[in-house]
């Protein structure tokens, strides 16, 4: 049974370059999403999770399993907080707060918000 992923396709109106020092033209040519980016009309496909790469975007429903490390890209709802159930690595009996650019781990839940990762490390 394939593992499938939500890989989101991200408009390039959606980035901004991720600034290092002051200077805006960004990390290797790295973006963040942007704050107001509203991420629950972003077009989706279903992928098969081998055919991730890093670098991809994969939006996160409440109550999913997290299919691989990475970044905590962008989010919606209240607050400025997700929370991922980690118990499965940490055994942690309380979700933990993740905000923007905090590192999400694969196996964990994505808790009640609709969440972005940007894929840091697959496991092939």
Known sequence: QPVIATRAIIPPEYLVPIEVDGDSRGKKGEFAI???ANISSLQTEEVDIKDVKK????LLL????IPTDGILAAREGQGK???VDEAALSGEPFPVAKT???TIFGSTI???SLSLMRVAATGS
Do not use: A, F, H, K
Not at 62 to 65: E, L, Y
């Open 34 to 36: 942007r704050e107001d």
């Open 55 to 58: 670098g991809d975007y994969l």
């Open 62 to 65: 409440p109550g999913s399993r």
């Open 81 to 83: 907080c997700s929370y």
């Open 100 to 102: 923007v650019g905090d």
């Open 110 to 112: 994505n808790q009640l």
